[in-house]
């Protein structure tokens, strides 16, 4: 899961609140309380994340909180939320002793797995040299 937290301005109006992200302009939302409108700001600020990374949109830097200039009826607050970050998986194909696949298989060993945790070791040998 991979973390996510921007700042959101809150501005109180007399019908409500009104609660926007300024570093994505499609990302905002109304409110009445000021409960209501944090719930609101994660399920925004999710939403709007997820449909970027699905159109290949970019998903920008968040600004900077002391950046930000404020009108005397709003204020500050951020907002973190967690997305499951998708793997990209590649399918490779591997050529073994029969003798060796057939040990393996009634073994029980699962060969993806296998295979992922001795490049991650081999990898790490690399990265420590």
């Known amino acids: ?41 994660e399920q925004v600020l999710k ?12 998903i920008p830097a968040p600004t900077e909180l002391k950046t930000i200039n404020l009108q005397s009826n709003q204020r500050t607050t951020l907002v973190s939320v967690f997305l499951e970050e998708k793997i990209k998986y590649d399918k490779k194909t591997l050529t073994i ?10 073994a029980g060993i699962n060969f993806s797995q296998l295979l992922q945790t001795a490049l991650k070791q081999k990898i790490l040998q690399f990265k420590t040299k």
């Open 97 to 106: 002793p029969h003798d060796l696949n057939i040990a393996a298989e009634q």
């Open 1 to 41: 899961m991979k973390k996510y937290t921007y700042p959101a301005i809150i501005q109180y109006d007399e019908d409500g609140l009104s609660l926007w992200f300024p570093d994505m302009d499609e990302a905002y939302s109304n409110a009445l309380t000021i409960e209501e409108a944090i719930d609101n700001a």
């Open 47 to 58: 939403l709007t994340l997820r449909s970027r990374i699905k159109d290949g949109e970019n």
